[in-house]
């Protein structure tokens, strides 16, 4: 099969085409170079060619001297080195369409019911447009994506949308899953304007989930998303082709259609230097769009300093790059001489190597003392390193700055932020609505980090300063004066972004003075932080460590130590916590199971015949499973399969294990766990239903609770078993939890669960049994007495109505008594035993049809035609 080319090299007549067929499995392909008027060599075959040479963006999978090369993109075109372009500069979203999934839904009564009462994604105008719905429910707009990564690459969307007001709560949420996980979440009110979001890609495969959840509403009848482009890199090693530029103008070599540079215009066919006296912005189009360079003033030029040699340093002034004023007629300040060295900033010493004095940071899980000198942080700590950027000279390290308009486009007049040595600022005197982004990588190492920054509205209208973390918004900020904020960020890496928009032109002008960052690689530590619960560190660490199940840290955070007796601790670098009532951490501390006896609500339960938990963990040790006739409905530690809802569960009572299960595999990592549930795969997520590797009748075991997160009594006689953290239900990481009732009722003997009811990600099963009833105490039980014989009469405990009494041996003791000579003894000994035969074959007709119901209802539950 032929795989579809298309670059042609134009070279006097000359024209070349690549063709490549399908990559091999042992990572070749043939490449077929036809050349028209190119001479009697061609059409030339190149076989058994790398499919994984890598070409980077701007250029494209060429031939040349009989090699593999990566060749330029010619001007007016552009690769991304190996990916796909849906909308925007790519492919139109006619031809781009069938690659993705639409769907709609609407949500009534806790249930989503798809494609009913509403549409999906449409094209208009080379956008996208979500749908709308018929009905004033909750309704979701939904496109979905799947797609290979095979060298680091990025996803990216542009879109914007719509987001309103409804009775005070906020209506109109764009979100992006990768892989389930959420990573993009936007419900910024104020605006909607063109926005991009870029996640990074490491290889593998990927499913993306775009969704815009909206409601009709009074002021808003129609809600809308729309998205542009979708942008995905990475997906093969190298361009095939070239594609050409659709809005406008750029440079050989390009991987994206760039406008034309500073002091550039564009010609129509290439971007041309201005004449020296004349300046332009980004994207000028034309010769005209050259202006007369305007005189200089100290905002054009920045001081710098030199090395601090000899303890003195000299300043000088240069240029901001790009020069735009009138330079050559501007003469820059003269620079000053002799000047002291700075002082070193918190965390950071002086260092003198030759005739040159630096300052340093200390080293990893090192800290600057009094006397200034590095020493290792104390074992129980980590050295929390911080460093504050207020030097504003030019856009420091790692930061990035942009404008874009209403429509999406960069803006003509302005390239952002603009760094002004003692702030940096964004000012609105552009088109409204132009958003001004400031973004910064960072990568947090300690076990925790924190950003503050400082920033002051200057003539103050109506502009928001919003703030993202990882592209999703955290916060909209607009308070006036000089104003502090300050946000905690998880270990990894991180993109913070400042975004300034306002809706009007203006004289506004938002500053940010200086933003300090703790807990990252960079800086130095001033001071040394004490390792959380759960972790612990040895001297000289800039990290904690992570205890292991079952352990937390000791008080001074130096070692790991067992949880206390009664304590548990379920994941790795987890605090200790507490079994709930009832129930006692197992052996090696990672979870708790059922004691025999449960103090609950001042009254004791039998638990031992129904968790079975015995001596061995794990296992089921003794209890009514062991009866030969419910051997079919127990497995493991679980009773079950239970059915409900077209799905099989296994429940546990207060007994953990790891479910097996031939020919069923788990959904996610395996995980002990006090219920599970078995069902179909395509219902666990219905974005992940169309990816190839899973066959629609597939089950997949689930997870219904890790931990026991409540044991509890109810006022109608019944207890309440809660697990919780099983499994992830859903796109917005809620976790699958688990309720057992146990409810006390004698008449239904030792009764068996079943599947009661499910609301969302939770399940409750019911078992009505005696073991629901507590253990009779010595006054609630009945008393029964023999009659006189021998001058001595029996006296015998038996169970009172709603309690038991878990023991085989009888209560019984004798007491003194007289005999009776009554002489018609016989007579009412016979009317005694005639009564107590009708009464006991009454009961026992009773009886009868109860253990029958049971048993039928217990065939009818387990759904099997075995037990006939
Ligand atoms: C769809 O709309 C029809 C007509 O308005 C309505 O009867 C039906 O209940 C709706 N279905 C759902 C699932 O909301
Ligand atoms: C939806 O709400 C509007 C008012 O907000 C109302 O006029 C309309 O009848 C409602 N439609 C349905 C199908 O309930
Ligand atoms: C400062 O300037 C003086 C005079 O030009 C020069 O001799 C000296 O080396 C400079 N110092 C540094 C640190 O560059
Ligand atoms: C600093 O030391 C270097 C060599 O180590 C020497 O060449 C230079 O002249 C010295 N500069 C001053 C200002 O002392
Ligand atoms: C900039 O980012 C790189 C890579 O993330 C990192 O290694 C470097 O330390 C950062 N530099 C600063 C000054 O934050
Ligand atoms: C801009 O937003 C402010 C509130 O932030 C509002 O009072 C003003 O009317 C808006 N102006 C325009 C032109 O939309
Ligand atoms: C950041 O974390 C600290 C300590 O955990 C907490 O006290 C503070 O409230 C958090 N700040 C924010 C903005 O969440
Ligand atoms: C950063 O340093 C400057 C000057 O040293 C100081 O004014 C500012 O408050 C610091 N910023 C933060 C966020 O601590
Ligand atoms: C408990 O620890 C022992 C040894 O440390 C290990 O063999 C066993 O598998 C652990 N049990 C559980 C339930 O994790
Ligand atoms: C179970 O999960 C639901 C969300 O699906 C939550 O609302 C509920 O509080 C959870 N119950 C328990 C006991 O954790
Ligand atoms: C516990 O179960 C066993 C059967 O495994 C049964 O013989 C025994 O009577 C039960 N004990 C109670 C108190 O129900």
Redesign the pocket.
């Known amino acids: 099969m032929w795989v579809f080319l298309l670059f042609s090299s134009a070279i006097s007549s000359c024209v070349k085409t690549n063709y490549f067929t399908e990559c091999l499995d042992d990572l070749t392909q043939d490449i077929i170079v036809s050349g028209s008027d190119c001479g009697e060599d061609y059409p030339k075959i190149f076989k058994s060619q790398d499919c994984t040479f890598t070409c980077n963006p701007g250029t494209y999978l060429d031939i040349s001297n009989n090699e593999l090369t990566c060749s330029e993109c010619p001007s007016g075109s552009f690769s991304i080195g190996g990916g796909l372009i849906y909308g925007g500069d790519g492919h139109l979203w006619d031809k781009s369409l069938s690659k993705f999934i639409r769907e709609c839904s609407i949500r009534s009564e806790d249930k989503d019911y798809f494609n009913i009462n509403c549409t999906s994604w449409e094209i208009f105008n080379n956008i996208l447009i979500s749908g709308q719905s018929t009905t004033n429910n909750t309704y979701t707009s939904g496109l979905s994506l799947s797609f290979k990564i095979v060298k680091p690459g990025e996803f990216t969307l542009t879109y914007r949308k719509d987001t309103t007001r409804v009775n005070g709560k906020k209506v109109g949420f764009l979100s992006v899953f990768i892989n389930l996980r959420q990573v993009y979440f936007d419900n910024n009110i104020e605006e909607s304007t063109w926005k991009t979001m870029t996640q990074n890609l490491e290889p593998g495969n990927y499913e993306v989930f775009i969704e815009y959840l909206t409601l009709r509403s009074a002021s808003n009848p129609n809600p809308h998303a729309y998205i542009s482009e979708i942008k995905v890199t990475g997906t093969e090693f190298a361009s095939k082709y070239c594609l050409p530029c659709l809005r406008g103008g750029n440079k050989p070599g390009s991987s994206l259609c760039n406008l034309c540079d500073f002091n550039e215009y564009w010609d129509g066919n290439f971007c041309q230097d201005c004449p020296e006296d004349k300046y332009s912005i980004k994207g000028a189009v034309g010769e005209n769009s050259c202006k007369d360079r305007e005189i200089c003033s100290e905002h054009d030029y920045k001081h710098v300093y030199s090395e601090c040699v000899n303890d003195m340093r000299n300043t000088s002034f240069q240029w901001k790059q790009p020069v735009l004023c009138d330079y050559k007629n501007y003469e820059l300040p003269k620079g000053e001489q002799g000047l002291p060295c700075e002082s070193c900033k918190d965390g950071f010493i002086k260092e003198k190597i030759g005739n040159i004095t630096k300052c340093i940071p200390c080293n990893d899980g090192m800290y600057v003392n009094k006397d200034n000198k590095c020493v290792k942080c104390p074992a129980g700590t980590y050295g929390w390193r911080s460093y504050n950027i207020s030097d504003w000279t030019e856009l420091p390290t790692n930061f990035s700055t942009s404008c874009l308009t209403l429509s999406g486009n960069p803006c003509l007049t302005s390239s952002g932020w603009i760094p002004n040595t003692y702030f940096i600022s964004a000012d609105s005197n552009h088109d409204p609505h132009s958003e001004f982004f400031l973004s910064l990588k960072i990568s947090i190492e300690g076990n925790s980090g924190t950003l503050k920054f400082i920033y002051e509205f200057i003539n103050y209208l109506s502009g928001i300063i919003d703030i993202y973390i990882d592209g999703s918004l955290l916060d909209s900020l607009n308070n006036q004066g000089l104003q502090a904020y300050s946000l905690n960020l998880t270990t990894g890496d991180h993109i913070i972004e400042w975004v300034y928009w306002s809706n009007i032109t203006s004289s506004e002008e938002l500053r940010i003075y200086s933003i300090k960052i703790q807990g990252s690689y960079e800086g130095g530590s001033k001071r040394c932080l004490i390792c959380p619960d759960g972790t612990y560190s040895k001297e000289g660490s800039s990290i904690c460590s992570q205890c292991s199940e079952g352990y937390t840290s000791n008080k001074e955070s130096t070692d790991c130590v067992l949880c206390k007796e009664n304590y548990y601790s379920p994941n790795k670098g987890s605090k200790c916590y507490k079994c709930p009532p009832g129930t006692d951490s197992n052996n090696n501390k990672t979870n708790c199971k059922a004691i025999d006896y449960a103090y609950l609500n001042d009254e004791a339960y039998y638990l031992a015949n129904i968790s079975g938990v015995g001596g061995k963990e794990g296992v089921y040790t003794y209890g009514i499973c062991n009866m030969l006739s419910s051997k079919l409905y127990c497995h493991q530690t679980f009773y079950g399969p239970l059915p409900g809802e077209n799905k099989d569960f296994y429940i546990s009572v207060l007994n953990p294990a790891l479910l097996s299960l031939p020919s069923t595999s788990y959904y996610f990592d395996p995980k002990t766990a006090f219920a599970y549930v078995v069902m179909d795969k395509k219902s666990l997520s219905y974005f992940k239903e169309q990816t190839s590797d899973i066959c629609h009748n597939d089950k997949a075991i689930v997870s219904l609770g890790t931990i026991i997160?409540?044991v509890n009594y109810l006022y109608n006689g019944a207890l309440k078993i809660?697990y919780?953290q099983g499994d992830i239900?859903d796109k917005h990481k809620?976790?699958?939890?688990s309720?057992l009732i146990l409810k006390c009722d004698k008449a239904s003997g030792i009764g068996w669960p079943s599947f009661n009811k499910s609301?969302?990600?939770?399940y409750e099963f019911l078992w009505k049994s005696k073991y629901g009833c507590p253990i009779c105490t010595y006054d609630q039980m009945a008393t029964i007495k023999s009659s006189c014989e021998n001058g001595k009469r029996m006296f015998k405990k038996i169970e009172g109505p709603g309690c038991i009494i878990p023991i085989e041996d009888d209560i019984e003791w004798y007491e003194s008594c007289s005999e009776s000579i009554y002489k018609t003894w016989p007579m009412i000994l016979a009317i005694l035993i005639t009564g107590i035969l009708i009464i006991a074959s009454i009961i026992s007709s009773i009886i009868y049809r109860k253990y029958h119901i049971g048993y039928s209802l217990l065939a009818n539950q387990s759904g099997g035609s075995e037990i006939n």
Do not use: I, L, M
């Not at 809620?734 to 939890?737: E, L, P, R, S, T």
């Not at 609301?759 to 939770?762: A, F, G, P, R, T």
């Open positions: 997160s409540g809660d919780s239900c809620n976790k699958y939890n309720t609301n969302y990600c939770s």
